[in-house]
């Protein structure tokens, strides 16, 4: 990877992180779910608990796969992020398993999410 890649990578990542948080709610309140913390909470009534509680306290990011978050979230949630998004609904687990974590994380710098 050459200077000019890892700068735009880095530029890219930065304005992820500062937009997804707004795009995530906004395709949350057009669910079931209504928000961040309703996503939360759904993921930790599936299972994931663990995850979530990593991903809002001081310890490391625990990872949550794909997988896990299709079973916990199923499609429904998926169609209204992927239209949100504009990304095709096949890869919408894969992002979210990548960046939910730490959207969260910052989310939470005291332990409680402060975007919902």
Known sequence: M????ALTG???GQLEAQ???GLLSKALAQTSLGSLQGLLDKLSQSGLGPQVASWLGSSSNQPVTAEQLEKALGDGVVDKIST???MPPDQIFGFL???LPAVIDV???HGTLQHT
């Open 84 to 86: 949100e998004l504009n």
């Open 2 to 5: 050459g200077i000019f890649d």
């Open 10 to 12: 880095g530029v890219l």
């Open 97 to 99: 398993a990548k960046h």
């Open 107 to 109: 989310l939470s710098p």
């Open 19 to 21: 937009l997804l948080p």
